[in-house]
């Protein structure tokens, strides 16, 4: 008999425990994720079947994929301007803004060739695309000429024209940012061109006093 009376007691905490269990509150429901529209249309709440299925709602256009192309082209030219500094720069603070830059930049190229190919496009090999030589249609770019200088340059004068070829490379890299905010629909490109000009436009400021400007 005791052990029937235990047996009970446990079969009835259990389903106390399964009832409030079933009636407890959900909580408050998740947060809407918006999806920006295109250009001259409203924005639009994702459903949570689209959220869940990783899926965007709206395919990347056109300005998401140029951007990201050309964005990885201008990244490697600065890249390559502050491997120079490790051996040509005189003053510690120009060499540690550059390492700065490039340990920065060198990521964002694998962060933008990643999502390339998660949208079905090829991977952009700086060194090897046929981007790589449109400086015309990137705006900031130093010329060959102007990295033959730079490459040829040591102590202060590398330092000075490091810093003023940056701050052009910036300010062009903010305009090209600038412009897909305005054009592009995917939402990862807007968070990495939102990040590109916090940062970079920090790095401006830092590099103009560094120049004295």
């Given at each position: ?73 201008h ?6 301007m ?33 999502w390339?190919?998660r ?13 790589a ?22 102590g ?58």
């Open positions: 008999m005791a052990v029937r009376r235990i047996v009970l007691g446990l079969l009835a905490a259990a389903l106390t425990c399964g009832l409030a269990a079933c009636t407890e509150d959900p909580g408050p429901p998740p947060n809407p994720v918006v999806q920006p529209g295109k250009p001259g249309e409203a924005n639009r709440t994702l459903s949570p079947d689209e959220i869940s299925s990783g899926v965007p709602a709206v395919p990347p256009n056109a300005a998401d994929f140029g951007y990201a192309e050309n964005m990885i082209n990244h490697q030219q600065a890249v390559d502050t491997a120079l500094a490790e051996t040509r720069a005189q003053d510690a603070s120009v060499k540690g803004l550059a390492a700065r830059i490039g340990d920065t930049q060198e990521p964002e190229i694998g962060a933008m060739n990643a390339l190919e949208n079905g496009k090829p991977r952009v090999d700086p060194h090897h695309s046929a981007h030589g449109h400086h015309a249609a990137m705006p900031g770019m130093a010329t060959p000429e102007q990295m033959d200088q730079l490459r040829a340059a040591t202060a004068d590398f330092d000075k024209l490091f810093l003023q070829l940056m701050i052009r490379h910036h300010e062009g890299a903010i305009a090209m940012a600038n412009g897909v905010q305005q054009d592009g629909i995917d939402v990862r490109v807007q968070e990495m061109a939102d990040n590109i000009v916090a940062e970079q436009s920090d790095e401006i400021r830092r590099m103009r006093t560094m120049l004295g400007v």
